[in-house]
């Protein structure tokens, strides 16, 4: 069986190899998976709607299924994960330009302010924001790997202690635990936290 999701970030030189063959529906499941909130929360932190941000992540992996029978996999020629960022890119941009006639001279709407308003994909301000988006999910996919790793009870009490900020006598009213076993969870839960994000930075192409 092919990992699940919750590993997220990591661009596995086998998964890509697999994509390869557009007819492993299940490696291509755990693709669209990983990257497609990725995919739409940038798209919709661009401007765009629930339905286009929805046809960025559709075009985008219409895009990346193009391109798998001919990719090879080399990081010296730079990440996947950048080239991914500029695919991203390019299919948003299309999008803007989507409304384009609709804001034509004469039919209620100025082409010219829209224009302006097409972002920029090339830009530092768009890096931070896909780098951001990234981060973001990394985190996400960190937490779950290491709520498999703990008891249930020890990731409560690091949730609402930490996550949730909750003060500590509501953490141990709740929970019914004192406040040295919240720390102690928090400790533990945060020190494999840390590991898991370095292990997705390594693996991440």
């Not at 991914?84 to 890119?89: C, E, I, K, P, S």
């Not at 010219?112 to 972002?119: A, H, R, V």
Request: hydrophobic share 35%.
């Amino acid at each position: 069986m092919h990992p699940r999701a919750e590993t997220f970030i990591p661009t596995r030189q086998s998964l890509l190899s697999r994509l390869k063959n557009w007819d492993d529906q299940e490696s291509w499941r755990e693709f669209f998976d990983t990257y497609g909130e990725l995919i739409y929360g940038l798209a919709r932190k661009a401007g765009l709607s629930d339905a286009e941000s929805q046809d960025v992540v559709q075009e985008t992996l219409i895009s990346v299924a193009q391109r798998m029978p001919g990719f090879r996999y080399d990081p010296a020629l730079g990440s996947f994960k950048g080239w991914l960022r500029q695919v991203t890119g390019r299919r948003i941009v299309d999008q803007w330009r989507k409304r384009l006639p609709e804001d034509r001279p004469g039919q209620g709407g100025d082409a010219g302010s829209t224009l302006e308003n097409l972002p920029d994909t090339t830009a530092s301000a768009f890096e931070s924001l896909w780098e951001e988006e990234w981060q973001k999910h990394m985190l996400q996919a960190a937490l779950r790997r290491v709520r498999r790793k703990v008891h249930p009870k020890q990731f409560q009490m690091f949730d609402l202690y930490v996550t949730q900020q909750c003060p500590m006598k509501s953490v141990t009213d709740i929970l019914g635990v004192t406040a040295a076993q919240v720390y102690m969870a928090k400790m533990r839960v945060s020190r494999l936290l840390r590991a898991e994000i370095r292990l997705l930075q390594s693996q991440t192409a």
